[in-house]
């Protein structure tokens, strides 16, 4: 009874990935420091990447690990613009948080 | 058992880690928090048959985009602490703390009214493992039949990315404040070759002095570089 009840389901990395991208998601709503910001997006779609590989076993198909190859690099590709734009952002006020963001205008 | 211990070990690590990314002060520090919910993450890739997908996200992770995120701090010497305590909009943090209970709580309630199967439905392309083969032979094999368009457009991005980020951290400067490191060197030697011009103006063509040095001062100005 207690092993059948300490069997690790798909249910608990499912249940794992949605506690991480809530704590993401927080974490975006409340910090302003745009690099933590970006960080928590990060946190986000790695807790989507843990789902799309829990299904993937769930479900014994090849097709969930595949979009998650393709998330790393969107998540790559992602990272490199974004930080391209805050380095351009910080480089003009060091101090700038998240309501800064309009010194990006013109 | 073993499952149990190594879910329990590295969830307990993704989510330590992840709240502290949310909770440090300093922005370096919630990078290194960031990596350790990344290692965690590869680590319960691992526990689910996911090989290549963890070393995959360790090397371009950890490895990659969390070195450049701390590059970017400390390059930009923006790894001072800042004050938490401020917030600077009335009642933010409960909003935001209430709306991340909904989101978890809306999923989960989603997952379990479907007995934690969702829909249930495969996309088609492949089996996980089939007789003797491991995950990236199937990944592989998926990625370059089935997704071979998907796979190719992935590298244009890349592509896009990086002019993009070359275009976009460029510092643009006005051309007086641009340094030539040979600008001296190269304008000693203008007045070398114009002395010369001039000397040999003197020797044949005496009347037409005037004449040479405007035509020296105009290659003058051609040549210096701005």
Do not use: H, R, S, Y
């Given at each position: 009874m207690l092993a059948e009840t300490l069997h690790v389901t798909p249910a608990w990395y499912l249940v794992l990935g949605s506690l991480l991208f809530g704590i993401g998601a927080v974490g975006l709503l409340v910090r302003r420091n745009p690099l933590v910001m970006f960080m928590c997006i990060e946190l986000m779609l790695n807790a989507v990447t843990l789902t799309f590989v829990t299904f993937s076993r769930m479900l014994d198909?090849?097709?969930g690990q595949t979009v998650v190859v393709f998330v790393l690099v969107v998540a790559a590709a992602e990272v490199v613009v974004g930080l391209g734009i805050i380095v351009a952002l910080l480089r003009k006020r060091p101090e700038a948080t998240a309501d800064d963001l309009a010194l990006l205008e013109g | 058992m073993v499952e149990l211990f190594v879910f329990a070990v590295a969830g307990a690590v993704c989510l330590g880690g992840a709240v502290g990314v949310v909770a440090s002060r300093n922005p370096v520090h919630a990078a290194l928090s960031l990596v350790?919910?990344?290692?965690?993450i590869a680590v319960l890739f691992v526990a689910q048959e996911a090989n290549f997908l963890?070393?995959?996200?360790?090397?371009?992770y950890a490895g990659a985009i969390v070195v450049l995120f701390l590059f970017v701090i400390m390059f930009l010497g923006v790894d001072k602490a800042e004050d938490l305590r401020v917030e600077p909009l009335g009642g933010q943090r409960i909003a935001a703390g209430v709306i991340g209970a909904g989101v978890v709580a809306l999923v989960i309630a989603a997952l379990a009214s479907t007995d934690w199967e969702a829909t249930g439905v495969t996309s088609g392309v492949g089996k996980l493992a089939k007789e003797g083969t491991y995950d990236i032979d199937n990944l592989s094999e998926?990625?370059?039949t089935r997704y071979l368009f998907a796979f190719e457009l992935t590298s244009v991005l890349l592509l896009i990315a990086v002019v993009g980020a070359v275009v976009m951290s460029r510092r643009v400067r006005k051309a007086d404040e641009i340094v030539d490191p040979g600008q001296e060197e190269r304008a000693e030697e203008i007045a070398e070759r114009i002395a010369r011009a001039e000397s040999r103006a003197h020797v044949f063509d005496e009347d037409g002095t005037p004449a040479a040095r405007e035509e020296s001062e105009a290659s003058e100005d051609q040549e210096v570089p701005v």
């Open positions: 198909d090849i097709g | 350790a919910t990344l290692f965690g963890a070393a995959v996200q360790v090397i371009v998926a990625l370059f």
